[in-house]
C-alpha cells in the first residue's frame, strides 16, 4: 500500500506522538489552538477510553487516533459523524486488507471482520446554544492484537485482529493515511449532499440487516428484526409490538 504523503487531505494537520495519556484528551487540548481540522495518532496511550468511560487497552502496534475539528453543527448532526467515520474506517480497512477481507459495520459504527470485532468510534463534543462547535472523533483499530476477551464486558462481541485474520502487518502511522483520505471525502459529500448517500453506504455494509437481534439501553431489552436506519441514525427494529426506533444501545447477534 502507497503511503505517498501527496495523497494526504489538503489543510489537515497530521500529529503523530511517541506516547500520551489519550489520544482524545491530547484533541481536547490541542483543539483551542488549531486553525483547522487535525489528526492525533499515538503510538502508545496509557489512558485510553471507550464508551461510557470505560478502560481501553491498546496492544503495541494497534491502531490510535482522533479527528478533532470545529464543524459548527447541531448536536443531531453531529452524532451522524459516528456514520461517517465508520464508512471511512471500513473503506480503509478494505483497501489495505483487499478485496477479500470479509468486513461490515455493525450499528452504530464499530466495524467487523470475519464477524469479529476489529475496531470502535467514540464521539466528544463541546457546544452552546445548541450548535457544536467542537468534535472529537476517535478511533480505535486491531491491527496486531486482539485484546484479551477476559478483560471484556459479559456478551461483548468477540474481538479480532488484522494480523490474525489476514496475516497482513500494516503500522499504525500506514493505515492513518487511506484512513485519512476516506473520511475527508465522505465529510465533504455528508456537507455537501447530507446524510441520504451516507446512510444508502453505511446500510449495504450493514450487519445483521434484516435479521434477529437484542437491542439493550440503560433499562430495557428489545428483540426484532432489524429493518433500517432512519434518517437520524436511529435502529428501526421491527419488535412484536411494531416497528421501534432506537437511538442508543447495545447490539447483541
Known amino acids: 500500500m502507497s503511503t505517498d504523503r501527496t495523497e494526504w487531505p489538503e489543510g489537515v494537520a497530521r500529529h503523530v506522538l511517541g506516547r500520551v495519556d489519550s489520544t482524545m484528551s491530547e484533541a481536547a487540548r490541542l483543539a483551542p489552538h488549531l486553525a483547522g481540522p487535525a489528526w492525533i495518532l499515538a503510538l502508545d496511550q496509557t489512558g485510553g477510553r471507550g464508551r461510557r468511560g470505560r478502560p481501553w487497552r491498546m496492544p503495541a502496534g494497534n491502531f490510535a487516533a482522533t479527528y478533532v475539528f470545529h464543524p459548527q453543527v447541531s448536536p443531531q448532526q453531529a452524532a451522524l459523524y459516528s456514520f461517517v467515520a465508520a464508512l471511512a474506517l ?108 451516507i446512510r444508502a453506504a453505511w446500510l449495504a455494509r450493514a450487519a445483521r440487516l434484516g435479521e434477529r437481534l437484542v437491542a439493550r439501553t440503560g433499562t430495557e431489552t428489545h428483540e426484532g428484526v432489524f429493518e433500517t436506519i432512519d434518517e437520524t441514525g436511529a435502529m428501526i427494529l421491527r419488535t412484536a409490538g411494531g416497528p421501534m426506533a432506537i437511538s442508543a444501545a447495545e447490539i447483541f447477534f
Do not use: C, Y
Open 90 to 197: 471500513e473503506e480503509a480497512l478494505s483497501r489495505v486488507a483487499g478485496p477479500h477481507a470479509r468486513l461490515s459495520i455493525k450499528w452504530p459504527n464499530d466495524v467487523l471482520l470475519n464477524g469479529g470485532k476489529i475496531a470502535g468510534i467514540l464521539l466528544e463534543s463541546l457546544g452552546q446554544g445548541g450548535r457544536i462547535s467542537q468534535l472529537a472523533i476517535g478511533i480505535g483499530v486491531n491491527l496486531a492484537e486482539a485484546p484479551d476477551p477476559g478483560t471484556l464486558e459479559a456478551g461483548a462481541m468477540a474481538p479480532v485482529s488484522l494480523r490474525a485474520e489476514t496475516g497482513l502487518v500494516i503500522a499504525p502511522e500506514e493505515f492513518l493515511t487511506p484512513l485519512a483520505v476516506a473520511f475527508d471525502r465522505l465529510a465533504r459529500q455528508f456537507a455537501t449532499q447530507g446524510f441520504a448517500p
